[in-house]
């Protein structure tokens, strides 16, 4: 849980689910998993899980491989990628919507970028910056 005090920029990346109180400019990636934006939070970047819950704010892209749900109360400004998209009365919403099996693909290939990046600084740590280490977490 990352919350309203909080503030990252950065990659986030993780293994269970996350819920977002506080501010998160970068990317987020929990690919098996949800992220929920709670009211009062927002992302500024590209969100990838299984479900994508937005109650609080999101610019960026949101990629899921189930359903994104846009909350009454929430202001997202993002193109979505996913097989269902919900929208709730009162939710604000702006962006393109891609369903079907592009969504499907987009979630693959965005949980398999960091997955690559990690894998090259095991191999060789010496051969990866902070600047690069910091963008595969």
Known sequence: TITKSISI????????PVSINGTLNGE??????AVTVE????????VTARVITIQGGSVGRLIARDVV?????ATVNA??????????EGAVF????????????AARVAAYRPCRALAAAAL?????????AAESR
């Open 28 to 33: 987020v990636l929990v690919a098996n998993h």
């Open 9 to 16: 920029t950065g990659s986030l990346t993780a293994d269970e």
């Open 69 to 73: 749900r846009v909350l009454e109360g």
């Open 124 to 132: 060789n740590p010496l051969a990866v910056t902070g600047e690069d």
């Open 94 to 105: 702006n962006g393109r919507v891609d369903g079907g099996a592009r969504a499907e693909a």
């Open 79 to 88: 193109d979505v990628a996913s097989p269902k998209l919900a929208l709730e």
């Open 39 to 46: 009211t009062g939070g927002r992302v500024d970047g590209a």
